[in-house]
């Protein structure tokens, strides 16, 4: 049988792009809940093999105007304490980190919006699942809240030049990524909001121009924890 994962999307505009072939093509597939729409968050995995939640533009500590935001993080907190296989993009990387006993704050002088070098700790760099990518390869950041402190327990994988945390390992197979390696230039600009004209522009434009040349290092990484996942050894009994 075919492994699963369970993908929490948070809103439209934010949908699991990239991640679902390159996922499938390593041998999980994928069942999306959008989460934003009304459908429940499950108390647990049940069946499914992985937890995947994607980013979104809300804050991670705003329970009370994103009603799923709650069980969203006791599910994470519940997958990642059973062992089970777990990936947390942007929003969901910190959804896992408060969910766990960490600390979430707005990023440190403002918005993060474009590429950034990849900037492995040696944990990182020896780490099953980050260790599909290079030392100062560029991955695109698009956040306005960062991972300030990571729960007990957990391991900085990799941090930015502004002391954030870019990744860690939540579990043994638990990892929080701070950047989107599921995104092209369509699904980008659809986060374009006016506001950072010429930023949001140049993102666009670098991206357009070398995602051919960035997407095979993204596509190594979420390969990568699909092979993890969808292994026999981290099925559900």
Known sequence: MTARALVVQHEEKAPAGLLLPWLESAGLACDVLPAHEGYAVPA???DHAALVVLGGSMDAWDDQAYRWLLPTKALIAGTVSAGRPFLGVCLGHQ????ALGGQVARQPGGQTMGLRAWRPTPDGVAD????????????????SDAVTALPPGATLLAEDTDGT?????????AWGVQFHPEVDDELVRGWTTGQRPEAEESTLRVLRQRQEELHPAWEQLIRRFGLLAAAPESRPA
């Open 44 to 46: 647990d995995l049940g």
């Open 165 to 173: 945390v870019q990744a860690a390992r939540y579990g043994p197979l």
């Open 128 to 143: 099953p699942l980050t260790s599909a990518l290079l030392p100062g390869t560029e991955v695109l950041q698009w956040n």
């Open 95 to 98: 959804l896992a980190a408060l």
